[in-house]
């Protein structure tokens, strides 16, 4: 069950590589061992913030209609 936490740090580690590019802020792929970076996507892309701001909100609504509402 340990393993579960670490999914996020793990995907968070994954999306940072692909999405930080080499003019702001470089990730190293194998860091210590290197320190080359990947020229990712940068966040303020227009196409990619979007597709952000579209992925959370559709999570959201998903999450708000399919809670279980309790009875008072």
């Given at each position: 069950?340990w393993m579960?936490?670490?999914?996020?740090?793990?995907?968070?580690v994954a999306?940072?590589?692909?999405?930080?590019?080499?003019?702001?802020?470089?990730?190293?792929?194998?860091?210590?061992?290197?320190?080359?970076?990947?020229?990712?996507?940068?966040?303020?892309?227009?196409?990619?913030?979007?597709?952000?701001?579209?992925?959370?909100?559709?999570?959201?609504?998903?999450?708000?209609l399919t809670?279980?509402?309790?009875?008072?």
């Amino acid at each position: 069950m340990w393993m579960v936490p670490l999914l996020g740090w793990w995907s968070h580690v994954a999306i940072d590589v692909f999405t930080n590019s080499r003019d702001y802020f470089p990730a190293p792929i194998l860091y210590p061992f290197t320190q080359e970076g990947f020229d990712g996507i940068a966040w303020n892309t227009p196409w990619l913030l979007f597709a952000n701001y579209a992925v959370l909100s559709v999570t959201y609504l998903l999450l708000y209609l399919t809670r279980k509402r309790t009875v008072a």
